[in-house]
Structures are given as C-alpha cells and as structure tokens.
C-alpha cells in the first residue's frame, strides 16, 4: 500500500466515523423503539428500506420536509406527522425525524417569534396587517395556550398562528435549501473522492502486474457506496 492510497483510506475511515457518530444521536431501526411516539411506528418503518437510505433523492425531501416542519407552530404533533411525511415522501427518516428537535422547550418562544416577524414582513406589501406582539406578548400567548385558558379570542389566536405558519414555511424553504446544498456537494466530494481511491487502487494494481508478472495480482477491497 503506498503513502497515498494510505491517507486516503486514513480519510475515508475518520468521514466514516463521523458519520457513526452523528448517526448515534439518530432513531435508527435499532433504536427506534426507544423513542416516544416514534415506537408506535417501529414495525412498519423497519419494513420499508427507503426510510433508511442515504442517497440524495431521499436525503433532500427529508431536508426540506423536516426544516419546514421543525419551524410550524405545531410543537407536540411535529414527530408524528415528520414520520408520516417519511412515508408519503419516501424519505429518510432518521434526518427528517432528528430536525425536529430544532424546536424544543429553550428554542420554541424565539423560533416562533422569529417566524412570525417574518410573516408580518411579507403580508405587509399586501396590506394584511396582525398583532404587533413583542417577545414577552408572544410568551403569555404561548403560555395560555399551553394551559389552556384561552385569554384570547379565536380571531386574534387564528391570525397569530397564520403569521407564524407563513413565516416559518418561508424560513424552513430557506434551511431547507442552504441544507440541501450543502448535501448534495457533500454527496458529491464523497463520490468524487471514491472514484479517485478507485482510479489509485487500479492504477497500483497495474503497476504491481508490470513489475511482478510472475506473482498473482491481489486486488485492493474498497468497500465504496455511491452517496447519489
């Protein structure tokens, strides 16, 4: 094996292991039982293999559909619908399932404040005004909700919620394509990089042949997967 084909392989393992690690923190079909409400759909979703692909054609919807689920104001039913999005959009689940958590007890108020500032911005130009709410008004909002008190009437909660769903469509589109880009040129330098410990391994491969015509040429396992 020479200095090259050495550091590559040395490359290939340590992404290998990156990956290993980022996928411990994911529901897997090992796993998944693990998770609440995730375990009610265990035995269906071990059945279907492309839940579990990493290609760009099931990795990219699961990007999209989980940026702009994470950011709905619908905080409690957000895993159940992501893993039937997985479903109807045959894609990954463990990504679509993980972005998620984007929205969690410590981001929800600022997230949700966020998107809808976003939404009041671009209804604006239309003439559609809402509630001028700062992040303290929002909080008792949510916090009514929550209990279930209902200080506010259905008109004023309706709008509210509209604004917020609009803004946050518009920003998870926007996560969803920087991730999504960001995706793909991973994919790709990985096929790239393939193909390259390919050429390397067959160009060694040919050389050994010339200079060894007697010996029997032992070819070089790359256990290699396109990521497309």
């Known amino acids: 094996m020479t200095q090259e084909e050495r550091k590559m392989r040395l490359l290939r393992h340590e992404r ?3 990956v290993k690690r980022l996928l411990r923190v994911m529901p897997r079909k090992t796993n998944m039982h693990k998770f ?3 375990k009610w759909f265990t035995k269906a979703a071990r ?36 893993v039937a999005f997985s479903f109807l959009l045959r894609a990954n689940l463990p ?5 998620q958590f984007i929205t969690n007890p410590l981001t929800a108020l ?5 998107a809808y500032q976003i939404g009041r911005v671009i209804m604006h130009p239309f003439g559609i005004e809402s509630p001028s709410l700062n992040m303290d008004e929002m909080k008792v909002l ?3 909700l929550r209990a279930g008190t209902w200080e506010y009437n259905f008109d004023y909660i309706g709008t509210v919620w509209s604004f917020t769903a609009l803004g946050g469509i518009v920003l ?4 969803g394509t920087i991730g999504s880009v960001f995706y793909r040129m991973a994919a790709y330098e990985v096929v790239v990089f393939n193909i390259k410990l390919r050429a390397l391994q067959k160009k060694i491969r040919e050389s050994h042949a010339r200079n060894h015509p007697d010996q029997p040429n032992t070819p070089t396992n ?5 990521s497309r």
Request: with cysteine; net charge positive; glycine share 4%.
């Open 110 to 114: 600022p997230i949700y404040f966020t």
């Open 172 to 175: 998870g589109t926007f996560l």
């Open 95 to 99: 990504i679509l399932t993980t972005l």
């Open 142 to 144: 949510m916090d009514s």
């Open 16 to 18: 290998i292991a990156r």
């Open 36 to 38: 609440p409400v995730l």
């Open 222 to 226: 790359s256990n290699d997967s396109s």
């Open 47 to 82: 059945k279907r293999s492309y839940l579990w692909c990493f290609r760009v054609k099931a990795v990219v919807p699961a990007i999209y559909a989980g940026c702009i689920l994470s950011l709905l104001p619908i905080y409690g039913i957000q895993l159940p619908l992501a």
